[in-house]
């Protein structure tokens, strides 16, 4: 059975830092690390959109343009842990923040909710201005 569990969340101010984590159980067998794991948000009244995605045996990133060079995805795989660092947070960054995965997936179409089986309960993230 896959679980992802998100960590992370809080409120902060514009300008500041958070660090989610996404741990990960079930999801990446012994003898292969493919797997595609990414981060979606979903702020109020908006539809829910992919942030970052990373592929978990290579550790190749994708990032959405509004994010690159204020977040960065990376994974740890002896903890099965998947971190999404955000700086520079900005007030419109202010969703609910969830974790996504997959196997036999290599992120192509990685921004699709659709793409993934496997998603966490989510983490709230609060920037204020």
Do not use: H
């Not at 003898?31 to 908006?46: H, L, M, S, Y």
């Not at 700086?87 to 969703?95: F, G, H, R, V």
């Amino acid at each position: 059975q896959v679980k992802l569990v998100e960590s992370g969340g809080g409120s902060v101010q514009a300008g500041g830092s958070l660090n989610l984590s996404c741990e990960t159980s079930g999801l990446i067998r012994t003898t292969e690390n493919v797997a595609c794991v990414g981060w979606f948000r979903q702020a109020p009244d908006k539809e829910r959109e992919g942030v970052a995605a990373i592929y978990y045996d290579t550790g190749s990133t994708y990032l959405i343009d509004d994010v690159k060079g204020r977040f960065t995805i990376s994974r740890d795989k002896t903890k099965a842990t998947v971190y999404l660092q955000m700086n520079s947070l900005k007030p419109e960054d202010t969703a609910m923040y969830y974790c996504a995965a997959d196997r036999d997936f290599g992120c192509m179409g990685w921004v699709q909710e659709i793409e993934y089986k496997y998603w966490g309960q989510g983490t709230q993230v609060t920037v204020s201005s």
